[in-house]
């Protein structure tokens, strides 16, 4: 039976009488690419929040990377990797700088951050820009550097909150590979996408509505049980009875 890095149980965040999450219980496996899907306001971030040790819940259980979402935040923080939409990157600094600064908040040495570093940039194809400041590379070049210093420390867990929002679909199917690659590495991606086809690259798909867990599977499961032809018509037949509208 495969690791178990996330594990959830009726967790549930609550602010007075609003339900932002509501009692979600879900399990994901070590190298698992998990897509968690939701409209706005169902409560995908406020869930992906906690689960990154940012937001306390008001009950329920999670174990992230092993460490409990009450107790052991700052261990949660240490063994994952985080990527939003806006990116994770300083653009007044270089590639190399900015590769250099990410592995020293993760604790990675100097020597190893060399090491990584240069294969890093290689495998990118930026040795020509390796010194040039971030604000000056193309939007697809930014993403893929975002991800790869999020994963720069080999962390358990890495989490992207609509990573590949912007992009033409040739750089989003270049990063998707990268994503593959990291998940065989034994890396877990969490991922939000409002691009429903990403959906169906992943092992597996949640579905939160109005800010429960209303439907969890393989997309090809999910496509049967909602007699649906693509992951577009699973999320319509989902989301369109929510009645939340802000996340």
Known sequence: M??????????????????????ISFEVAKGEI???????????????????????????EAIVAGFDVYRQQEDI????GYMSQKFSLYENLTVLENI????????????EIKERSDLLVKDLGLEREAKKLVSDLPLGWKQKLAFSTAIFHRPKIVFLDEPTGGVDPLTRRQ???????????????????????????????SVMVDGRVEALDTPNKLKETYGADDMDGVFYRLAMGAKRTGD
């Open 2 to 23: 495969a690791e178990k890095v996330i594990i959830c149980k009726d967790l549930t965040k609550q602010f007075g009488d609003f339900y932002a999450v509501n009692q």
């Open 34 to 60: 998990f897509g968690f899907l939701g409209a706005n306001g169902a409560g995908k971030t406020t869930a992906m929040r906690i689960l990154c040790g940012l937001s306390y819940p008001t009950s329920g």
């Open 77 to 80: 923080k240490r063994h994952i």
């Open 100 to 111: 250099e600064f990410f592995g020293g908040v993760y604790g990675v040495s100097r020597k």
């Open 175 to 205: 990063f998707w590979d990268m994503i593959y690659e990291a998940a065989s590495s034994g890396i877990t991606v969490f991922v939000t996408t409002h691009y429903m086809d990403e959906a169906e690259y992943c092992d597996r798909v």
